[in-house]
T-cell receptor, first 112, second 112 residues
Framework: SAVISQKPSRDICQRGTSLTIQCQVD?????MFWYRQQPGQSLTLIAT?????????ESGFVIDKFPISRPNLTFSTLTVSNMSPEDSSIYLC?????????FGPGTRLLVL | QKEVEQDPGPLSVPEGAIVSLNCTYS??????FMWYRQYSRKGPELLMY????GNKEDGRFTAQVDKSSKYISLFIRDSQPSDSATYLC????????????FGTGTRLLVSP
């Protein structure tokens, strides 16, 4: 399985600001995904990060709010833009089946 | 109606008990079924996956899928305190486990 790290592990942010979360994988992977895990809710897929092209967003998520970069096969970033308290959540990156659908440890975000 | 339903628990059992965790789903297109274990403040860890109907065993864990009833189960034999975690079911209709749809997770507590 791939080893996935995320930065930061947690943060407290003010509303209206933006936070960029980094995801680093220890091997090259074709597919990377970003999920959100809100308290008491299921893990929800935000988007698929595509290397060399724009991310593919799921219903309810838009690029202006959650811009994603995927500059190479081991790294991706997710930005949470113009944050509001409703964005308080755990954000996780994941990789595809070639690496056992592993997840990173998550980034805990609290927006005040 | 959610696509995947899972009782949030908590489910409390004594050490050595047999644990049964379940999910129901509504989308008949789901073909791939997964169970993840998530310890507190960690990312989900893939435990088992199965394709279509049937059983799969791995050590103390058995995954069971009944597509006719749209019902999946994870059994844990001889449960240990180290099994205390949240167990998430996940499903996909795509080849290669893309676009996973998760249940909310069941919190399991195994007391010594």
């Amino acid at each position: 399985s791939a080893v996935i790290s995320q930065k930061p592990s947690r943060d407290i942010c003010q509303r209206g600001t933006s936070l960029t979360i980094q995801c680093q994988v220890d091997s090259q992977v074709t597919m990377m995904f970003w999920y959100r895990q809100q308290p008491g809710q299921s893990l929800t897929l935000i988007a698929t990060a595509n290397q060399g092209s724009e991310a593919t967003y799921e219903s309810g998520f838009v690029i202006d709010k959650f811009p994603i970069s995927r500059p190479n096969l081991t790294f991706s970033t997710l930005t949470v833009s113009n944050m509001s308290p409703e964005d308080s959540s755990i954000y996780l990156c994941s990789v595809g089946p070639e690496s056992d659908n592993s997840f990173g440890p998550g980034t805990r975000l609290l927006v005040l | 109606q959610k696509e995947v339903e899972q009782d949030p628990g908590p489910l409390s059992v004594p050490e050595g008990a047999i644990v049964s965790l379940n999910c129901t789903y509504s989308n008949s297109a789901f073909q791939y079924f997964m169970w993840y274990r998530q310890y507190s403040r960690k990312g989900p860890e893939l435990l088992m996956y199965t394709y279509s109907s049937g059983n799969k065993e791995d050590g103390r864990f058995t995954a069971q899928v009944d597509k006719s009833s749209k019902y999946i189960s994870l059994f844990i034999r001889d449960s240990q305190p180290s099994d205390s975690a949240t167990y998430l079911c996940a499903m996909s209709s795509n080849t290669g486990f893309q676009k996973l749809v998760f249940g909310t997770g069941t919190r399991l507590l195994v007391s010594p």
